[in-house]
């Protein structure tokens, strides 16, 4: 095995450049952290004060007990998605924080000051609740969760690679925003029910849990995540197509809204208006969009196994690793055999290899296509690097991995004298060709 990398793991010239000692005190990272933490802070606090005035103390605690419980299916639903090449926790932090907090406040705020204004325009507050529900309801809300995924498009450009990158950040939004609504309406229901003495299976509190939790927890992240497709197309998109990388999450949000609006519409449809549309429109866009995803994390392990053994040639990986890096079964195997023989820091490398390596693929598939940035190089040369200095844990896991997960073949006896002309007869351990 070489001792030394191929070719040198970075450029020269000092490490990060001279540019950042000169920025700004605002270009400075602690400071764009910090600003983004209060934001989310403040906007926390304020949506919890308004919340909490709306629906009450116990009401409030009612309906954050009952809105939690989708809330992890949900999460690890999006993470299981994302597991061929993982983004980071902060991300997915990130994009619940505004989703909970600041979506919600600029939902709240902006959806009561244009129903009070249609209102009083009209004259007539019913079509004012109604225009509010079907129309400004889906443009501003599906607008403040979109903001969260240009955000992380925008700011975390490495880690928005494709579609399912979209598809995650947006469900995890769009799951935020629905669990602070959740415990808006379940503690109203809550508290309607106080006051009618309504209890069980026949309250408003059990019926809008139905409705919300048990029926149709999906529907927010489903209206969102088109958005995050339009987005994630825009990402595989090169960098010269300034006009598609525009157009296409703008498609997307628009769709968004679309859909928004006719589930929120559904109820003026008539008496089963909610389960026609539910049921028509509904489930089989939710289906339709998970075969989406899933073939798409399908076509990524196939980028995966089709881009890494050019790597294996120029002896960055081993023969069986592009194999093992591309079976979700075979890097699962790895990551128990390094827990098993070496422990949890020698899985955590592993999964950590398993995740450097996608990108790298993911990176030359872009390249090769002319879609990569400016700084491919250094990009392929930072990842090789981080490959390198975790092989000694991760080569033996994924060798063994590669082993047990590897498609049986058949095994051809040659013949004495093998029919290769100008060649002596291949060697095999064991085998005798003078054996009578």
Same mark, same amino acid.
């Given at each position: 095995?070489?001792?030394?990398?191929?070719?040198?793991?970075?450029?020269?010239?000092?490490?990060? #450049?001279?540019?950042?000692?000169?920025?700004?005190?605002?270009?400075?990272?602690?400071?764009?952290? #910090?600003?983004?933490?209060?934001?989310?802070?403040?906007? #926390?606090?304020?949506?919890?004060?308004? %919340?909490?005035?709306?629906?009450?103390?116990?009401?409030?605690?009612?309906?954050?007990?009952?809105?939690?419980?989708? %809330?992890?299916?949900?999460i690890a639903a999006f993470r299981w998605l994302d597991r061929v090449e993982p983004g980071p926790w902060r991300n997915l932090l990130f994009?619940?924080?505004?989703?909970?907090?600041?979506?919600?406040?600029?939902?709240?705020?902006?959806?009561?000051?244009?129903?009070?204004?249609?209102?009083?325009?009209?004259?007539?507050?019913?079509?004012?609740?109604?225009?509010?529900?079907?129309?400004?309801?889906?443009?501003? !809300? !599906?607008?403040?969760?979109?903001?969260?995924v240009l955000l992380v498009f925008l700011f975390r450009r490495r880690d928005f690679t494709g579609i399912v990158d979209g598809v995650v950040?947006?469900?995890?939004?769009?799951?935020?925003?629905?669990?602070? !609504?959740?415990?808006?309406?379940?503690?109203?229901?809550?508290?309607?029910?106080?006051?009618?003495?309504?209890?069980?299976?026949?309250?408003?509190?059990?019926?809008?849990?139905?409705?919300?939790?048990?029926?149709?927890?999906?529907?927010?992240?489903?209206?969102?995540?088109?958005?995050?497709?339009?987005?994630?197309?825009?990402?595989?998109?090169?960098?010269?197509?300034?006009?598609?990388?525009?157009?296409?999450?703008?498609?997307?949000?628009?769709?968004? *809204?679309? *859909?928004h609006a006719v589930w929120n519409g559904s109820s003026t449809f008539g008496e089963y208006g909610f389960f026609a549309v539910y049921a028509?429109?509904?489930?089989?866009?939710?289906?339709?969009?998970?075969?989406?995803?899933?073939?798409?994390?399908?076509? !990524?392990?196939?980028?995966?196994?089709?881009?890494?053994?050019?790597?294996?040639?120029?002896?960055?990986?081993?023969?069986?690793?592009?194999?093992?890096?591309?079976? *979700?079964?075979?890097?699962?195997?790895?990551?128990?055999?390094?827990?098993?023989?070496?422990?949890?820091?020698?899985?955590?490398?592993?999964?950590?290899?398993?995740?450097?390596?996608?990108?790298?693929?993911?990176?030359?598939?872009?390249?090769?296509? #002319?879609?990569?940035?400016?700084?491919?190089? %250094?990009?392929?040369?930072?990842?090789?690097?981080?490959?390198?200095?975790?092989?000694?844990?991760?080569?033996?896991?994924?060798?063994?991995?590669?082993?047990?997960?590897?498609?049986?073949?058949? %095994?051809?006896?040659?013949?004495?004298?093998?029919?290769?002309?100008?060649?002596?007869?291949?060697?095999?351990?064991?085998?005798?060709?003078?054996?009578?």
């Open positions: 095995m070489a001792t030394f990398p191929p070719y040198p793991t970075h450029p020269t010239g000092p490490p990060g #450049g001279g540019a950042l000692g000169h920025a700004h005190w605002w270009q400075r990272k602690w400071v764009r952290y #910090g600003a983004l933490i209060t934001l989310l802070a403040l906007s #926390g606090l304020v949506i919890l004060a308004l %919340v909490r005035e709306q629906t009450g103390t116990e009401g409030f605690l009612v309906g954050l007990g009952l809105a939690i419980l989708p %809330v992890p299916l949900l994009a619940f924080s505004w989703g909970a907090c600041a979506a919600a406040l600029i939902a709240i705020v902006a959806n009561s000051f244009a129903t009070r204004w249609i209102a009083t325009a009209t004259a007539d507050p019913s079509s004012a609740d109604t225009l509010g529900a079907t129309v400004i309801a889906p443009v501003v !809300e !599906e607008t403040a969760k979109a903001a969260a950040i947006a469900g995890v939004t769009a799951t935020g925003f629905a669990f602070t !609504e959740n415990i808006l309406y379940l503690g109203t229901a809550f508290g309607t029910d106080q006051l009618t003495g309504d209890s069980g299976i026949a309250s408003v509190t059990a019926a809008t849990f139905f409705v919300r939790v048990i029926m149709s927890p999906f529907a927010h992240p489903l209206f969102t995540v088109l958005t995050g497709i339009g987005f994630g197309i825009a990402a595989l998109s090169a960098d010269r197509h300034h006009v598609r990388r525009v157009l296409l999450p703008l498609s997307g949000l628009l769709l968004a *809204m679309g *859909m028509a429109f509904m489930v089989p866009a939710f289906g339709l969009l998970t075969w989406l995803v899933i073939w798409t994390r399908q076509r !990524e392990l196939r980028t995966v196994r089709e881009e890494l053994p050019a790597y294996a040639v120029a002896g960055w990986l081993t023969p069986a690793e592009p194999f093992a890096l591309g079976s *979700m079964r075979a890097r699962r195997i790895a990551r128990q055999y390094a827990r098993a023989h070496a422990g949890k820091r020698a899985a955590r490398a592993v999964a950590q290899y398993e995740a450097y390596a996608t990108s790298l693929a993911f990176l030359r598939h872009r390249g090769r296509r #002319g879609r990569a940035g400016a700084d491919f190089v %250094v990009r392929e040369r930072e990842l090789l690097h981080e490959l390198w200095v975790r092989r000694e844990a991760a080569r033996p896991a994924l060798d063994h991995a590669a082993r047990m997960t590897a498609p049986p073949t058949p %095994v051809v006896i040659p013949p004495t004298h093998w029919p290769v002309h100008g060649y002596p007869a291949v060697q095999y351990p064991g085998y005798n060709p003078y054996r009578t």
